[in-house]
């Protein structure tokens, strides 16, 4: 029988020690350890999600091995929800819940989890500042890509990558070695998160920005933390709750302004701007933006913040983007200044940037000018996989037909 969708996944206890479950476990495999709770214990889709806490829906995506499991406290609750004796949690390379018995009633279990532990412990030790840099390199250039290609098209590379660094970092024992991975953790799990927003993924994106700034807390550097808390706000806009992420970005700013870059100040106070503009306040908002224009630094970029591209041409659009929500009649000329200035490279960025003046042209009523550069956008967030921004072509196409009528 499978049950109600509350009862407990009993899986028979043998089942653990069949060479398959074992690899199962080791490996990590969430599609072939639901499939156990399937084929051994009648479990549904419905009841894994209920034991787990995992949404039904994601459920699906990890059997058919769409999405995977990277935060710990999830396999933690994986493994409660499935009921896994001590010595399966250890393979899937958690604690046991019983610490006077570590190994269940196998000591072969153990002498295997103690051995795999110390040549973790030993391949993390050989990391220096040289492979730290590395580390650094690989995620900026799937940054760079990310701006061109989107997220769907790296998202392999992109699990690859955070799981390389959490485990390194993991098992990382002296502390400058730590810390440095605790930052080049912070920044990967920040972009994973903002990559998330952009598809709609937004308990993912919540998760991700959670270990930004668990990390940049460990690496205690004020940029990244500043950073993955402000960006982290932008989940609750996209959840319709743009008063706390105007909260949690004026708190980000009282507490760490001082103490951050100019192009990072910068970046805040234009993200306090955009939320004050969702929350239909002008003044608070015009207020936010003049600070940022004051705060911007001369330079083109600033080395030391490489998850910031902001420069004159992005905080016009910033401003634009702004400003539709009021009527403006400069947003166009803004939005038009920073078109003309924008690297080719910010594919994403662009299609927000035409959706911004698609959205005012046609409040201008000049339904003609706006389809070029819908059509732009549309083109653009089919290329980059951009679920956010095709969400907005999608409203604004519904808007121009109305205004052809």
Known sequence: MHGNAFEPIQIPA??????????????????????????????????????TGIAQGRVSQLIRGQRQITDLEVFERVATGLGLPDHARMLLGLAPLDITSPNGNSDDEHQEQTRELVARIEAAAAIDPAMVMILTTDTNNLRLLDRRLGSVAIAEKMRAQISQIRRAHHHAVRPGIRAQLAHVLSETAALAGWQAIDTCALNDAWDHHESAIAAGHEADDAAVLAYARGQQAYVLVDLGRPAEAAEVICHVRATYDRRVPGHLRTWLAAAEAEAAAILGDEMACRTALDQAAALLPGDEADASLPYLALNAHHLARWRGNCLVHFGDPET?????????????????AEAGLRCDLA???????????AQPHLYRAEHLATMTGSRRQGRRVHELRQALTRATR
């Not at 043998?14 to 072939?32: H, I, P, Q």
């Not at 166009?332 to 994403?348: I, K, Q």
């Open 332 to 348: 166009v000329e803004d939005l038009r200044s920073a078109l003309a200035g924008m690297d080719g490279t910010f594919n994403r």
């Open 14 to 51: 043998w089942v653990w020690d069949r060479d398959e479950s074992r690899e199962t476990l080791k490996n990590r495999d969430m599609a072939g350890l639901f499939n156990l709770a399937v084929k051994y214990a009648g479990a549904s889709q419905i009841r894994i999600s209920a034991a």
């Open 359 to 369: 959205h005012a042209l046609l409040a201008m009523g000049e339904a003609d000018a």
